[in-house]
């Protein structure tokens, strides 16, 4: 999840950062050379195959020497295979792996859309265009190119460490991670998992302003508000009307807020980014902090968008349709509510508070799961309780952060959206969403037309990566 603009012109840096780091001439070619086949190989669901790129890596990974043994292709059909690649510790580590998952599909890319072929690499003006070059082919490629420059180095972590490419995050009915740990879970299990598809270093005009590392996120959940009623002449109008009965309801949603409440990562969110804030919007987040949180603070912050999804389940009006005629009265209205709910709550808890807020037994309020099915009970599922940020895992960051980027400030988040952490976290490892890749604010193009990285940025991104896989595998 990135920044926007709006909310980084507040921002005060006090030290100066220092210049991106590259690597060295060879891993630089390896590296540019793995992102080009990468893009190269068409991974969309529609006519793209996720296995052509989960071969090319293996090979990759076998002609560095890693054993045919730990370069494991698994997946439910011909287009769908994912590789699970492990590097092994030395004999007799009793640490448990960290695994590092990385997607391997893209988003379609319209030819008619892009300036450039979107299915090969090009280099102009400084940047990589095509599909994937945000979204993730350029964590795919720096993750293949360390593994194989720390096997070359002759590199031994003290843990194994494990790379699963998957299939199916974007769309795509076999997501990979889900896929590995309810049929290989022996390949994935791990003490932590990392995920490079969220957070990341923001920047402006390529200067890098924070690292943003998500460590937990929402839970997305569609609900259907619909009203039937028998309908009639709309000259002869009845006060029971489907489209009052339903627009009322999201009347009462609309002036609805649901409580206020933060967990561990968003009050480290809050605490650091008001040390980074300057007046009412540095005071409004200490406010917050305190116990009891202010009211007053929390209504002036809610005001941005962001700051009232990351303290609130929200619960929006996305989609309406209703009546058969414009001389009929209506026998049917229908509105979507699209919630993001905070973790530790289950789809079936908000859809039994939504009822509650919109108090009209003529409205009924149904679960919309995936493929659209309308189902008169929530799942059960919560996004689970936000991990602690651990030591391990952080200690070796910050050290890596201020080699790199001195006075980066590090800001935990909670994404608003969804990635594939919402499986390695249901099967009980604690995620984290950390990229040392950085790009702007205002140039954030993954799923869109002409997308496009620095290459300094995906340089510098190759060499971020090097450095930490190293600093979290040794004591
Ligand atoms: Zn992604």
């Known amino acids: 999840m990135r920044l926007k603009p709006a909310l980084l012109a507040t921002l005060v840096l006090a030290t100066s950062i220092q210049a991106q780091k590259k690597p060295d001439a060879p891993t630089v070619q390896l590296s540019h050379d793995i992102f080009k086949q990468l893009i190269e190989i068409n991974t969309t669901d529609s006519v793209g195959s996720v296995t052509a790129a989960a071969e090319a ?18 997946g439910p059909n011909d287009r769908k295979q994912n590789l699970v690649a492990r590097y092994r510790s ?71 460490l494990i790379l699963a490419l998957t299939a199916d995050e974007e769309n795509g ?49 569609d609900f259907q508000f619909s009203a039937k009623n028998p309908g009639g002449h709309s000259s002869l109008p009845t006060r029971d009307n489907a ?19 933060l967990n561990a990562v968003t009050r480290a969110y809050f605490e650091k980014l008001a040390t ?20 007053e603070a929390i209504t002036r912050l809610s005001a941005t968008p962001r700051f009232n999804s990351i303290m609130h389940t929200t619960c929006v009006a996305t989609m309406l349709s209703a009546g058969q005629a414009p001389n009929a009265l209506p026998q049917f209205a229908n509105a979507n509510v699209n919630c993001r709910i905070l973790p530790g709550y289950t789809q079936e808890q908000i859809r039994q508070q939504l009822i509650k807020v919109i108090d009209d037994p003529a409205v009924t309020v149904q679960y919309k799961d995936n493929a659209g099915h309308l189902l008169d009970k929530g799942t059960d599922r919560v996004s689970p309780t936000p991990p602690p940020l651990r030591p391990d895992i952080f200690g070796p960051l910050n ?26 976290m249901a099967a009980g490892m604690p995620s984290y969403g950390i990229n040392g890749v ?38």
């Open 57 to 74: 890596m293996r090979k990759r990974l076998l002609d560095a020497g890693f054993p045919a043994e730990d370069l494991v292709i698994a």
């Open 438 to 475: 950085a790009i702007d604010v205002d140039d954030v193009r993954a799923h869109g037309r002409d997308e496009r990285l620095r290459v300094s940025s995906f340089d510098s991104g190759v060499e971020f990566y090097y450095r930490f896989l190293k600093a979290v595998t040794t004591n």
């Open 276 to 295: 980074l804030s300057t007046g009412q919007q540095a005071d409004d987040m200490r406010a917050i902090l305190k116990t009891p949180p202010d009211p």
């Open 173 to 221: 009915g076999f997501n990979g991670v889900e896929w590995l740990l309810k049929h290989r879970p022996e390949l994935v299990s791990a003490e932590v998992a990392l995920n490079p598809d969220s957070g990341g270093i923001d920047s402006e005009k390529g200067k890098p302003i924070d690292v943003a590392v998500e460590a937990t996120e929402k839970l997305y959940g």
């Open 243 to 261: 489209i009052y009965h339903v627009t009322d309801a999201l009347s009462r949603l609309e002036k609805y807020l649901f409580p206020f409440e």
């Open 90 to 160: 030395a004999p007799g580590s009793t640490l448990k792996p960290i695994l590092i998952i990385c997607h391997l599909d893209v988003v379609e890319a319209p030819q008619a859309e892009w300036a450039t072929n979107p299915f090969q690499l090009v280099e102009k003006d400084g940047y990589f265009y095509g599909r994937g070059t945000q979204d993730m082919k350029d964590s795919d490629a720096i993750l293949v190119t360390n593994f194989i420059r720390l096997k070359r180095e002759g590199y031994v972590p003290n843990r194994d």
């Open 399 to 424: 050290k890596v952060v201020a080699e790199m980027y001195p006075g980066l400030p590090i800001l935990p988040e909670m994404e608003t959206g969804a990635s594939d952490s919402v499986y390695t």
